[in-house]
């Protein structure tokens, strides 16, 4: 039989030559298609998120969330033909709320750490099921202090004797912690304010009540830059302690996580990601490609 007889007959058998093969790798329809049933029957990505942390996440002047994860979101919700729904919590309950189901990740500039993805304490201790991560933007953690920086603090030594204000829960918190041992063997202890937000931190800074906020440094530069900070704080010593944020998801979830990371890199493929970066200022942190785990 001839060549185009023998492909018309594979097209009756196949219903449509169209039908014939997979989408193309990386596609939306591809990706749409490796995501979990049940994410692809209610059509929704329910993110856990503080939304309080600008430029990074927080609440623009109508109540909606903004800022590089709500756009990030919902980038990679419209690539896989999805809505996205921000569920705002404190910032400790946000790596609990994936871990119990009660929604389907994290992006809440939640820094990926060993610690982390496997649930254990500073003595390696397990103390939760641990989660995975995709990670999405690199940072550091800065110290902001007061304009004109009067103390002339440049590194976590110069923190000795003095008090830091911070959020609880965060990389930031290890640290100080961390340091107050360092502290400690100087006689100069180092008294950590720990609050539920960046905003109560700032707030001391700005009273004089601490002498420093240690947050992330897309964070401290923001907060130099607008608000009630502009021409009230700067950043000092640099950034140090560079890590990844990172999408969270449940470790029982992995099909999730990796539509996620190929989305993500589909993203910065055409130039959507690097455009979401520049708008909110932060493109020093871009990442080339999408890893799973890379936090240590």
């Not at 099921?129 to 002339?152: A, E, K």
């Not at 907060?223 to 000092?236: D, E, L, M, P």
């Amino acid at each position: 039989m001839p060549t185009r007889a023998l492909a018309a007959v594979g097209c009756l058998t196949l219903a449509a030559c169209g039908s014939v093969g997979s989408a193309t790798p990386g596609s939306k329809v591809d990706l749409r298609s490796r995501l979990p049933q049940s994410v692809r029957d209610a059509g929704v990505l329910k993110i856990a998120s503080d939304l309080n942390y600008p430029p990074v996440d927080f609440k623009a002047a109508d109540g909606t969330a903004t800022g590089l994860d709500p756009d990030l979101a919902a980038a990679l919700g419209g690539y896989l033909g999805l809505r996205v729904q921000f569920v705002d919590l404190p910032f400790a309950e946000v790596l609990p709320a994936v871990q119990d189901g009660k929604v389907d990740l994290a992006m809440s500039a939640v820094i990926d750490t060993r610690r982390r993805q496997l649930g254990t304490d500073a003595n390696d201790k397990p103390v939760d099921p641990g989660v995975d991560f995709v990670d999405y933007f690199v940072t550091g953690t800065s110290i902001l202090v007061r304009q004109g920086n009067p103390l002339g603090i440049g590194s976590l030594d110069d923190l000795c004797g003095r008090t830091v204000a911070l959020q609880r829960g965060t990389v930031q918190d290890e640290i100080a912690e961390l340091q107050t041992g360092a502290c400690t063997r100087t006689g100069k202890p180092l008294r950590i304010h720990r609050l539920d937000t960046d905003d109560q931190a700032l707030a001391e800074l700005a009273s004089g009540a601490a002498v420093a906020d240690l947050n992330d440094y897309p964070v401290a530069d923001y907060n130099t830059r607008t608000g009630r900070g502009k021409g009230a704080f700067q950043v000092t010593g640099g950034q140090f302690q560079t890590s990844p944020f990172g999408i969270t998801v449940r470790k029982d979830r992995s099909a999730l996580r990796d539509v996620l990371a190929r989305t993500l890199d589909q993203l910065i493929r055409n130039g959507e990601y690097d455009k979401i970066l520049a708008k909110w200022n932060i493109s020093g942190g871009a990442v080339t490609s999408a890893v799973v785990n890379g936090g240590r």
